[in-house]
């Protein structure tokens, strides 16, 4: 009894040292590939936030419960200045680029919970290790590609969104995240209202004409309002009435007083997906069908920023796709330049069709390409960054793990819980979003895009298992 006691704690130590020597050969690689930078823009508010996180991170380690209680005020409100204190490089080749860090608060807080609380003496399914080593082995491919490229460094760095997602499978496997989904939701909520106070007051100071984040930017942090937007309407008893009706109103004006369109788009056309998958209703399917016609045409029209989408397209086919008669605003990109970007981005996942350019290299390699926008560093649409970063094999494996297969099984479900419906509605909603957006590139919105895909897989369905 005690030399299997002690068996299982040697398994579950060897387990996490192996797995944390991974993760750190992964950061010493990179730096070793690369021309870093370190503490060169280190302000007081990196300071400021160094101290936020410390504190919430000792409130997190002191119980399971509080880790995914205070994991949103972590992963989703720490200013980003906090990464400042980390090696960093050009996000891509322009002078005034902003950095991009070799590792994040967000790999510090994952790796904590991956120590503090997985059991790797567990039993676990064969079908995770098979698609973890599936997956790590693809990538070493795509990273060995890049390094033959001279873009190495950068690829590891682009690889956060890898990274955060094997760590987080660790955790879902081997931990007890699943019982903890309500109180994850909730601080969600509640961050997202503080978010939108953050937003006013950077608008305000930035004397910015639309709502924008300090830490999100314009369209994530619309994107980011929808997808909380449509959470709140999944009213289960721990939402109190007035609660739930203010919140839907204040992220509801935040995405209008964002001017993300597609943002707006998303939100309705999940609504109303999830109206038809949730009740099976075919006659409101048609009803909908026939509004967003008539919507469709006010948003062809609709300018929030930029051009309209109609003067949008037109321009881009008048120009010639000559990049010096097409501009684009520093704040933001129109539907001018998404046509060029899908485009260009295209020629380059072909060029690169097996492997792709690693993640992040879209930036460094734009140029190449015939994209002429400076303040543009991804393809502005999600499935295409995927195809472009690890190529069609680990591009497209990782964008049906993601979005389409958790989606798909919890449609053919025949019932879902309140857990589930919460992560598909968040779920759906960035899967729109992700048409005109890489929005998964956002790093804390990969997060949460991450969270909601693997509870699909683990949460339960009435009684059955959605695992099986």
Known sequence: MNVGVVGSHQINILSKFFLMLLVVSWFAIGLIFSDFHFLEELGWLSIASLFFYI?????????????WRIAPFIVFFTPNAINDIFPSLPISIDADSPQFSFFTH?????????????????????????LLVSVVGIYALVLL????????????????????LILMMFIFNFSNVTSYNKEFFQSLIFVGLAVIVEAAVFSW?????????GN??????GHFMAAIFVLSLQRDSFYKRFYSLFSLFAFLLAIYFSATRFSLVATFLAV?????VKYNRIDIFVAF?????????????????????????????????DPGYISITPDSSSMVTRIILWSSTISMFLDNFWLGVGGGNWAYLKYDYGVPFDSVFDPHQDMLNYFVSYGVILGGGMFMLIYINPLVRAVR??????????????????????LTNAVSWKHQLSVLIFYCSLSLYYLKSGNVDVRS
């Open 55 to 67: 504190v919430l991170m000792a409130c997190a380690l002191s119980s399971e419960k509080n880790y």
């Open 106 to 130: 967000i790999d510090i807080f994952l790796m904590a919970g991956v120590i503090a609380y997985c059991d790797f003496s567990r039993s676990s399914r064969l079908v995770f290790w098979g």
């Open 145 to 164: 590609s890049a390094i033959y490229s001279g873009y190495g460094g950068t690829a590891l760095i682009g690889g956060f969104q890898l990274r955060y």
């Open 205 to 213: 100071l930035r004397g910015h004409d639309r709502l924008t984040s």
């Open 216 to 221: 999100y930017g314009t369209n994530a942090f």
């Open 272 to 276: 109303f997906i999830m109206f038809i």
């Open 289 to 321: 069908v026939l509004l967003g016609a008539v919507a469709g045409f006010g948003l062809l029209g609709y300018t929030s920023a930029g051009q309209s989408v109609v003067n949008g397209v037109r321009l881009v086919f008048e120009s010639g796709y």
């Open 413 to 434: 479900s025949h019932k879902l819980s309140n857990e589930q419906w919460r992560c598909f509605s968040v779920l759906l909603v960035f899967l729109i979003c992700g």
